[in-house]
């Protein structure tokens, strides 16, 4: 069904080298707005992971009854309809998780990653393949928006894991900073996402470009080493 | 879609259109299967989550009528800031009127209005009052959402509770700031005024219509 390199560049490709926050820079409306703290972060991804599991299974499975023409419009169908019965489904059945991850769920259905994933994956690869893409998607968005909800959360208030105790009502936040710590609303506010955001990316790039400094570096060529900078 | 240059251009948009159409279908049924199929549950816990919220303004065993059944439909109402019909909750003890709970506004928040829920006993006491909704600054202004607050042993909101028009005067019933004996956290005033003012005007407003509101029949009709 699935070689294990094919799964490897899936999972590459998702947690690092297309990761959708630092290099595709797509969905950043709930992004920016939700990771005020990193466990929004991670509860907004948890949600998303489960959205374009599904959505990437579903057109990946139905990818050879919709015509080239009316695809887009055929794929919202399919990621609305959906999304909007798995919110129901735990509205109804898990109805404890639906009170911790069900605000984030309506915000993803227009994300446009899940829109990007299944125009761009699912539509073009079978249903395995397509469901680990979306899952591999989503953990990429994981630990990128965990970072940046941890520092904004650090930056702007001091603590950290702040709205644990909606999740798990017997932890706290932890204050990292001294409880003086004047709170800096920049870092709470969109803006403040932006820039932070920026500065991952450019780290991002910055450990890439090292990397791959060092692969060429490594080859015993030694006098190649006069030329590079 | 190899298939495709087969048929003429009516053809195909005929085609396309009836392909797009099944999709249709067979979502929206799929949609409205579990629509139906999650209704009953849904309904179930949004009752129950109603009540999670009014217990936390009035403790459930202070009532003894069936209160989500005794209701009275407000239409909008200015003076609660309410531009939108609402439902007010009756508690009765042993027939006698109890407590009203009901939601008001708080249009001068520092972004927006905040939605609160409050319960004010037929003494005019306040009862209790939670917030359901707001935007204050997140860390600055969202003390007043109990989760939020810092004080964990007496959450800022819950000093509302006891307060009656007739033992705090117009004057008293501010911020300490604005010479009333409020409390609120240094950084963050137009918060707790807005909900204070809010409160004022709620507990004024429920005194002036006490005797109509718990007396008009079920539903205002």
């Given at each position: 069904m699935i070689s294990r390199d094919e799964f490897k560049s899936i999972a590459g490709k998702g947690i690092?080298?297309?990761?959708?926050?630092?290099?595709?820079?797509?969905?950043l409306c709930p992004l920016l707005a939700v990771t005020t703290n990193a466990v929004n972060g991670v509860m907004l991804s948890l949600a998303t992971i489960l959205v374009m599991a599904i959505s990437n299974l579903a057109v990946s499975a139905l990818r050879n009854f919709i015509p080239h023409e009316i695809r887009i419009p055929v794929f919202i169908l399919i990621v609305a309809a959906l999304v909007t019965v798995v919110d129901l489904l735990f509205n109804a059945n898990l109805h404890e998780l639906y009170l911790v991850l069900g605000i984030f769920i309506p915000l993803i259905v227009t994300n446009c990653i899940v829109l990007a994933r299944v125009e761009a994956f699912a539509a073009k690869n079978p249903p395995l393949q397509s469901t680990f893409d979306g899952i591999f998607m989503g953990l990429g968005m994981l630990w990128t928006l965990a970072l940046l909800g941890a520092m904004r959360e650090l930056i702007g208030?001091?603590?950290?894991?702040?709205?644990i105790d909606m999740v798990f009502p017997n932890l706290h936040p932890i204050?990292?900073?001294?409880?003086?710590?004047?709170?800096?609303?920049l870092a709470m506010l969109p803006p403040g996402a932006f820039i932070l955001l920026g500065c991952m990316i450019a780290w991002k790039n910055w450990m890439d470009a090292r990397a791959a400094e060092r692969s060429r570096l490594k080859p015993p060529a030694p006098v190649a080493m006069a030329g590079t900078h | 879609m190899s298939a495709a240059h087969e048929y003429s251009a009516t053809g195909m948009a005929v085609r396309t259109a009836a392909i797009l159409f099944v999709f249709v279908i067979f979502f929206t049924a799929l949609l409205s299967a579990a629509y139906l199929w999650t209704k009953p549950a849904i309904e179930a816990s949004a009752t129950a989550e109603k009540m999670k919220l009014i217990d936390e303004v009035?403790?459930?065993?202070d009532y003894d009528n069936s209160l989500l059944d005794d209701t009275l439909d407000l239409p909008a109402t200015p003076e609660l800031g309410l531009s939108e019909a609402s439902t007010l909750y009756r508690a009765r003890l042993a027939g006698q009127p109890l407590a009203l709970v009901f939601e008001t506004v708080a249009p001068d928040g520092y972004s927006g209005k905040i939605r609160l829920v409050l319960a004010i006993r037929a003494?005019?006491?306040?009862s209790g009052v939670r917030v359901i909704q707001h935007k204050e600054t997140?860390?600055?202004?969202?003390?007043?959402e109990v989760k939020k607050d810092?004080?964990?042993?007496?959450?800022?909101?819950?000093?509302?509770?006891?307060?009656s028009l007739a033992e705090v005067t117009d004057k008293d019933w501010k911020v300490k700031k604005d010479g009333g004996r409020i409390d609120y956290y240094a950084g963050a005033t137009v918060t707790p005024r807005a909900v204070s003012k809010a409160v004022f005007k709620a507990a004024k407003w429920a005194e002036a219509n006490r005797y109509q509101l718990f007396s008009s029949g079920r539903a205002a009709k």
């Open positions: 690092w080298t297309q990761n959708s926050s630092v290099v595709q820079i797509l969905g208030a001091g603590t950290i894991f702040g709205g204050q990292l900073l001294p409880e003086s710590y004047p709170n800096f609303l | 009035l403790p459930r065993r003494d005019g006491q306040v997140p860390g600055l202004g969202d003390y007043i810092k004080n964990k042993a007496r959450p800022w909101i819950t000093q509302f509770r006891s307060m």
